[in-house]
Every structure is written in C-alpha cells, then in structure tokens.
C-alpha cells in the first residue's frame, strides 16, 4: 500500500505521518525510515478482573478493503492469544469525512450484522452474527481465561455472570 494512501487512515497525527517514512526520513536516512513499519490493532480484549488479553481483534467495514492478517496473528501467536478479523455492517448510507474522505456513519446508523472470521491456520471460518449474540461471543472469549489462567479469586463467579453458565 502506498505512502500516500497510508497518510489518509485515520485522524491521529502520529499514525497519519508521525511514524510514516516521509516523517522519518527527516531524522534517519530514507532506507531506514522505509524499513519502520507498524500496524495498529483494532481491539484487545482483556480480563478486568486482573488485566490480562484474552484476544486480539481486527476491525472493518465490511464493504472496505481486505485487512491483512500476517502481523496480527504472528502478534497474537507470541502472546498466546486468539486472533480475530470483526468486520461490521451498518444500515443506511454512509458519509464521508471531510478531511480524509473514509466512510463514517451518519448520526443514525447503527451496526445491524457482524461476521466473526477466527485468523487461526490457513483455514478461516467467517461467522455471521446479529448484535446480541456478537456481544454474547465477546463475553465468552473470556470464558478460557476464567477457567485456568485468571489470578482473580472472583474469575469462576464470572463464568455464572447473567445466567451464563461455562
């Protein structure tokens, strides 16, 4: 992906062109700027009992581009950790933002469909998913962590939470 496209993502200053080799370039030789590279991931689900990731999750539109998985699921597989692309589906039309032109939600919209694809081996199943029961896997990626690894003294209480049992 070029530079230049690179530059529209996002509104933060320091991933727009803080960490971009143009950025860089001005303080390191131009092939090392090049060679700086860095993704941002989208979300990481964690314990709030006692903090610790429980996953790492990729975001999209599910009309935007392909994301690739590559670092995140190498990141994912150091920490031993599952790794997860969410991509959403709005209702309604979407607007543009004025000063990168990417799609966002105009005041009414709201996410109407999930798809869950698990970024695990070669092989990806996408699941699709409704709100509720998107919001009832998100609190089950949890579940793992509860059983065997959580320091917590109160994380097997939590696999009972809402009526939930493990």
Known sequence: MSQH???KRGHNPYVVVGHRKDSLARFIDSRRAGWMTQIDV?????CHLCSEPVALIETKDVHAMTKASTVTTKLAERAHLEAYLVEYELNG???SCSACGRAEPAAHEDIVKF???EWTGSAYEREPLDPKPFAEWLWSLRFPHWQSECSNPRSAAMLYEEGRAA
């Open 93 to 95: 039309d979407r607007g």
């Open 42 to 46: 989208d979300s990481c689900e964690y």
């Open 5 to 7: 496209r690179r530059h």
């Open 115 to 117: 798809f869950v694809t």
